[in-house]
């Protein structure tokens, strides 16, 4: 069975304190990883797409890696304003059926 | 990057009544979208794939007389919460294919309750 686990569940930073969020995967035929904020109320915001093992992809303080078999979101010297939850999804299987399988989620706060 | 506007933000509505939620994609066309439920302090969970012009597909354990999804045109997809109970409570989302490459685009969510 597809299944994406999330780690931690929680995590408090000091602002510019460094971490990483982890995302551990077990599909069947991997299509995409992809990662994404999401605010209180508010639908997911996307920020990664990975494909294949060794990918890398940067925005702002983020960076997402990509192995066979988990993805790390790097966050360097956070501020407040990167308090979130980040989810973390992947896209299995044959045939282009668009589902993603969502993990649990880190949710990151971030103290001044 | 692709927009998905979601429509309403939240509805309260009364035991036994039904409720239609929107989604359409803004500036460009979307042959299928993905319906979404979260409950509180859980993750995404997949309830159906909206096809435009064709039956929707359901997830297992998904009632589909329950979730009516109409993809009528090729920017607007429905959801419609029949009979709508307070175990129907929850934050609903859809998404579609950003068809610039930037992965799954989501609408900003409908907040459900149910009283």
């Known amino acids: 069975e597809d299944q994406v686990t999330q780690s931690p569940e929680a995590l408090r930073l000091q602002e510019g304190e460094s971490s990483s969020l982890n995302c551990s995967y077990t599909?069947?035929?991997?299509?995409?990883l992809f990662w994404y904020r999401q605010d209180p109320g508010k639908g997911p915001e996307f920020l990664f797409t990975?494909?294949?093992a060794g990918e890398e992809k940067e925005k702002e303080r983020l960076k997402a890696t990509l192995t066979k078999k988990e993805s790390f979101l790097h966050i360097t010297a956070p501020k407040p304003e990167d308090s979130a939850t980040y989810l973390c999804?992947?896209?299995?299987?044959?045939?282009?059926?668009?589902?993603?399988?969502f993990g649990q989620g880190t949710t990151l706060q971030v103290k001044p | 990057g692709a927009v998905v506007s979601q429509h309403p933000s939240w509805v309260i509505c009364k035991s036994g009544t039904s409720v239609k939620i929107e989604c359409r994609s803004l500036?460009?066309?979307?042959?299928?979208m993905f319906w979404y439920r979260q409950f509180p302090k859980q993750s995404l969970m997949l309830m159906a794939t909206?096809?435009?012009?064709?039956?929707?597909?359901?997830e297992q354990g998904v009632e589909k007389d329950k979730f009516l999804i109409n993809h009528a045109s090729l920017t607007l997809s429905t959801l419609t919460v029949t009979s709508a109970h307070p175990e129907d409570s929850s934050f609903y989302i859809c998404?579609?294919?950003?068809?610039?490459?930037?992965?799954?685009?989501f609408g900003s969510g409908t907040r459900l309750t149910v009283v």
């Open positions: 998404s579609a294919r950003d068809p610039g490459g930037g992965g799954y685009t």
């Open positions: 599909v069947s035929g991997l299509r995409g």
């Open positions: 990975l494909y294949s």
């Open positions: 999804a992947v896209q299995a299987g044959s045939g282009n059926t668009g589902k993603l399988i």
């Open positions: 500036d460009f066309q979307a042959t299928t």
């Open positions: 909206s096809n435009e012009g064709s039956k929707a597909t359901y």
